[in-house]
């Protein structure tokens, strides 16, 4: 089956440790996602990846990084500048990200909890 | 001012009844616009993309107005199913993301 798979479903960290969020997709998208939700907040964009080795900050790029150094993957570090890493992280892929009504496709999301 | 406005939720409504739910944009050269379906602690799932004609699925109506920069969608005989949160989501011309609103919660009561 075709998709886009992040795990771990859940994650506890300690505060001050770096995390690793891992997103796959087998869909051939040539675009990648990350965004964050906070409770009662829509989604904001951390980071984005139109082609593999090339990627563009969000609007909450502070205290995240990225790689994406294979087409199908687009892993996610939360790192300890991020004053507020608690969140529900999802991660989306689009066939292209410049064309006209593009539509992005989500994984089921992981949940950060530190401590 | 916010790029993508929503109702504030929650809409608390009966099976069969029919709701509508409005958003406003803030970008004139925004080009697309889609309603996304999200249910609790789940991914957002596109619902359908929203034509300038109109457009409608089953018991899902869209409708884009560009000169008051507003989108709605209406559901006809709400099922239980439709318990969920509605996402407003609009590109815009030049960008390569998809620009969120909050979010309506709609709540369909036996």
């Known amino acids: 089956d075709g998709g886009i798979t992040q795990s771990p479903k859940y994650l506890f960290r300690k505060e001050g440790q770096n995390v690793t969020l891992s997103c796959e997709q087998n869909l051939n998208h040539d675009a990648m996602y990350w965004y964050r939700q906070d409770p009662g907040q829509g989604l904001r964009l951390i980071y984005y990846?139109?082609?593999?080795?090339?990627?563009q900050k969000g609007d909450i790029a502070e205290g995240y990084s990225v790689s994406r150094e294979k087409k199908e993957s687009f892993p996610l570090t939360v790192t300890s500048a991020q004053k507020n890493p608690t969140a529900f992280y999802l991660c989306?892929?689009?066939?292209?990200?410049?064309?006209?009504?593009?539509?992005?496709?989500f994984g089921p999301g992981t949940r950060l909890l530190v401590l | 001012r916010k790029e993508v406005e929503q109702d504030p939720g929650p809409f608390n409504v009966p099976e069969g009844a029919t709701v509508a739910f409005n958003c406003t944009y803030s970008?004139?050269?925004?080009?697309?616009f889609f309603w996304y379906r999200q249910d609790c602690r789940k991914e957002p799932k596109l619902l359908m993309s929203?034509?300038?004609s109109g457009n409608e699925d089953g018991r899902f109506t869209a409708q884009l107005n560009r000169a008051s920069q507003y989108i709605s969608l209406l559901i006809r005989d709400s099922k239980l199913s439709d318990s969920a949160t509605y996402l407003c989501?609009?590109?815009?011309?030049?960008?390569?993301?998809?620009?969120f609103g909050k979010g309506t919660m709609l709540l369909v009561s036996p």
């Open positions: 989306a892929s689009s066939i292209e990200g410049q064309g006209r009504g593009e539509t992005q496709y």
């Open positions: 990846s139109q082609i593999v080795n090339d990627f």
């Open positions: 929203v034509y300038s």
């Open positions: 970008n004139s050269a925004s080009q697309s």
């Open positions: 989501v609009v590109k815009s011309i030049g960008y390569s993301t998809l620009t």
